[in-house]
């Protein structure tokens, strides 16, 4: 039973889960750069998307790759320089159509699920 929280065991949790990080991730740098410890920290905010230390990392690459993020290094005030991740045009066509599929993903379950309910 889920008593309203999600269970970190469900199997099907952990696939949406890992299908949503690079959404969630563009959603954070779309109107803003961020560093890596950034975006976990944002992250981590949100139960769902709480992440290990350096468990972004691999995701961040994967962004920048499909050409979805640019990198740029810039030096920080209390330390060594800070790699920053930034959209692209290309990440924000991404996320802009990935966002409507899980909106309509969702809308269809939520309508599944209330069927006739209003008979």
Do not use: C
């Not at 065991?9 to 563009?26: C, H, P, S, T």
């Not at 410890?37 to 709480?50: A, C, D, G, R, W």
């Not at 290990?52 to 499909?66: D, E, M, Q, V």
């Not at 924000?92 to 008979?119: A, C, F, W």
Request: glycine share 6%; hydrophobic share 35%.
């Amino acid at each position: 039973m889920y008593n309203g929280v999600m269970e970190n065991n469900d199997k099907w949790i952990v696939q949406i889960r890992k299908g949503v990080f690079e959404v969630a991730i563009l959603s954070l740098i779309k109107s803003e750069a961020m560093y890596g410890y950034e975006i976990t920290s944002e992250l981590n905010k949100i139960p769902l998307f709480q992440l290990p230390n350096g468990s972004i990392y691999p995701i961040l690459r994967r962004i920048t790759k499909n050409n979805w993020a640019t990198t740029y290094w810039e030096d920080s005030h209390d330390g060594p320089k800070r790699k920053y991740y930034k959209i692209t045009d290309e990440g924000m066509e991404i996320l802009e159509t990935r966002i409507h599929g899980y909106k309509t993903v969702y809308e269809s379950l939520y309508s599944l699920q209330n069927r006739g309910r209003l008979k």
